[in-house]
Nanobody
């Protein structure tokens, strides 16, 4: 059982920045991928950014050039640096991890990000 704990959410004005962290209870070295998703009220959960074991990164078009995903294997932590935030970035942000050797996908409890105009 792997636990993911997100932190770093909060209220910020448009144009501001936040850094989200996702700390895993197990080594992230053996993950196939780790990613950030977000879900706004009444909407589906969408991919924001993904980093795989080879270091390849995928971003949603809506966040390209503003958000940066990174990982620190030594700290078992994945980060999402969010700059130039917009009101439409307001959502609950979830961390996700897929490990080799299991089909199970792990999720954190989510952290709220609210961007005021």
């Amino acid at each position: 059982q792997v636990q993911l704990v997100e932190s770093g959410g909060g209220l910020v004005q448009a144009g501001g920045s936040l850094r989200l962290s996702c700390a895993a209870s197990a080594s992230i070295f053996s993950t196939k991928s780790m990613g950030w998703f977000r879900q706004a009220p009444g909407k589906q959960r969408d991919l924001v950014a993904l980093i795989n074991s080879g270091g390849s990164i995928l971003y949603a078009d809506s966040v390209k050039g503003r958000f940066t995903i990174s990982r620190d294997n030594a700290k078992n932590t994945v980060y999402l640096q969010m700059n130039s935030l917009k009101p439409e970035d307001t959502a609950v942000y979830y961390c996700n991890a897929d490990y080799y050797g299991t089909s199970r996908s792990y999720w954190g409890q989510g952290t709220q990000v609210t961007v005021s105009s």
